[in-house]
């Protein structure tokens, strides 16, 4: 097996139909896809990341309150457990939301340099 050599490089295999990558990541309507996107994916996973950690962190520190009972044998920990499952289908919706509006930023911007 031999290595390619220098003139097999990604300049010279890019065929007639890539897009002009290097220009799309130039295009200001690129660059502000992709800063509505970190607008929103940093945020949303800083909370999911504070909302995940904080049962167990609050399970440590404040046993007393996490075992308060809500209802029945319900208590606060398992109450905030479960509401887990709903944040995390909540947020994946806003995502979602959020991700279709992107699509068709991406769409624009890929048709300003003829393609699709």
Avoid: C
Avoid at 18 to 29: N, R, S, T
Avoid at 60 to 76: E, Q, R, S
């Amino acid at each position: 097996m031999s290595l390619p050599d220098s003139s097999d490089s990604v300049a010279t295999r890019r065929s007639h139909d890539d897009p002009p990558w290097e220009d799309i990541a130039k295009d200001a309507d690129f660059r502000h896809l992709l800063a509505a996107k970190i607008k929103f994916i940093a945020p949303a996973t800083v909370f999911f990341l504070g909302y995940y950690f904080a049962l167990p962190v609050l399970v440590g520190y404040a046993p007393k309150l996490m075992a308060t009972p809500i209802w029945g044998d319900l208590n606060a920990a398992y109450l905030f457990a479960l509401s887990q499952f709903f944040m995390a289908w909540i947020l994946a919706a806003f995502y979602v939301r959020a991700a279709v509006g992107w699509d068709r930023a991406a769409v624009a911007v890929l048709r300003k340099f003829g393609r699709k």
